[in-house]
């Protein structure tokens, strides 16, 4: 963004006298504000559509597998339910952020949140496991749209606010996590069908504030005219794997890598500390609870500043040991108090890391391809979130149950060295990733 004019200057012809000009001492430059007051709205406006985006997933989500042991399914069922959302959203993802390069991110998001409701209505009359799974896959399609809304925030703010704005923005979707279940049984009490149509009736809702208030972020008429190159979405997907030490690359494996490790202990934490500490299905709620107020705390009041004082590439370094820390202490806590302090440190983690490594990565390429890029990112992180755990259970049931954490702490301290030298990507301009 052009920094503005300071004033007077390259306005009036000096004195009218032939006397020496007395130049006035230069003023100090005045810092530009955090966050401009266009690109403040919009994060606003995004934050609010992706937070009731969110509160309708997770109404739905919690049910699905009483839903589908009603209709006589087994587990094994049940995990291709919740995997087929997955894969559904690894297929559409880079495919919506190359629509929303060409056609904008409004449309995308706009589209995106139509299926949403479209799935929802199917849940709520679903009699059937392929309408179940019917309505897990157009949900799935409709997700895809994560890395547009990435791609909007970095479109919508300055390169130094996008850590900060990303963490606001995923602060909202995990204040949706956790109130959406709440509110989806809330419902339930009213009929089946009751928790799929209002998550379907606020998507629609949502659409109506969407189309009203969410402007535009992208210029996409500009990009297809431009006539830069742009690289078709499984031409990114294999550049990422065929050149990992590329600024694009590393980031997306610092990123899915990361997150696939957090994703597998989560998936078997509920299991540990049953089988150590005797928590049941009444109190395994609340470390959930406390893992998701500490994660919206750290991301919406102390990324920010925290931002400010160290810098994303620090900072998402830092993420990544208190990750890697809290993982390999988990397992040797020996009562509640140091058990809290070893799990603070995976929000604490995730808070620093993945705002931080998004950031980056919408510094090193170019708007026209910004939206393929942060979709290809969600396409390798919902690659681990799918594979991890399935290797985290398996370590659980047949190597041990602390290996899962061990291992998990090991795998962090392979990913520090990849993370060497990213604060010289802070000062690479997008423009000039989009020539590579």
């Known amino acids: 963004m052009s920094q503005p004019r300071p004033a007077g200057e390259g306005e009036g012809e000096g004195p009218a006298s032939g006397e020496p000009a007395q130049r006035p001492p230069p003023a100090p430059p005045t810092p530009p504000p955090t966050t401009p007051p266009h690109a403040a709205k919009k994060l606003v406006i995004l934050m609010i559509t992706a937070f009731v985006d969110m509160l309708g997933v997770l109404m739905v989500i919690p049910l699905l597998p009483f839903y589908a042991t009603d209709l006589n399914a087994s587990g094994f069922v049940v995990t291709l339910l919740i995997a087929s959302f997955a894969v559904a959203q690894l ?42 799974f019917l309505s897990r ?27 900060r704005s990303l963490g606001w923005l995923s602060a909202a979707t995990n204040l949706g996590v956790a109130i959406g279940p709440v509110v989806g049984a809330a419902a339930l009490p009213f009929g089946r069908p009751a928790p799929g149509l209002l998550a379907a009736g606020l998507c629609l809702l949502n659409i109506v504030f969407a189309w009203r208030f969410l402007t535009e972020s992208h210029d996409f008429a500009a990009g297809r005219a431009s006539t830069i190159r742009k690289r078709p979405s499984r031409e990114v997907v294999a550049r990422v794997v065929a ?22 202990c989560m998936a078997v934490l509920a299991l540990f500390l049953a089988a150590k500490f005797a928590v049941t299905a009444q109190t395994i709620g609340f470390f959930f609870t406390y893992i998701g107020g500490l994660s919206v705390l750290t991301r919406a009041v102390i990324l920010g500043p925290l931002v400010d004082r ?14 890697g820390v809290g993982l ?33 990565l919408s510094r090193v390429i170019g708007n026209h391809e910004r939206g393929v890029y942060m979709g290809v990112q969600q396409t390798f ?27 998990a702490a090991l795998l962090m301290a392979g990913i520090l060295p ?16 989009a020539d590579v």
């Open 91 to 132: 297929i559409s993802a880079p495919l919506w952020g190359r629509f929303s390069d060409t056609y904008g991110r409004r449309p995308a998001l706009l589209v995106g949140l139509f299926a949403s409701a479209m799935a929802y209505v199917i849940f709520a009359y679903a009699d059937t496991l392929w309408l179940l």
């Open 137 to 163: 896959l157009v949900q799935g399609a409709g997700g895809g749209t994560v890395g547009v809304i990435q791609a909007y925030v970095a479109d919508a703010t300055r390169p130094e606010d996008r850590a």
């Open 243 to 264: 050149h990992p030490g590329e600024p694009t690359s590393r980031l997306i494996w610092i990123y899915s890598l990361t997150m696939g490790t957090f994703q597998g």
């Open 310 to 323: 160290l810098g994303e590439a620090r900072l998402a370094r830092l993420g990544i040991v208190l990750l």
């Open 328 to 360: 390999g202490l988990l397992p040797f806590a020996p009562n509640y108090p140091l058990l809290a302090l070893a799990i603070a440190a995976l929000p604490l983690g995730t808070a620093f890391t993945f705002p931080c490594v998004t950031a980056l």
């Open 381 to 407: 992180g919902g690659t681990t979130r799918a594979t991890f755990p399935l290797l985290a259970g398996l370590a659980f049931d047949h190597l041990g149950h602390s290996v899962p954490f061990w291992g």
């Open 418 to 433: 990849l993370t060497a030298g990213l604060e010289e990507y802070t000062r690479v301009h997008p423009a000039a990733a």
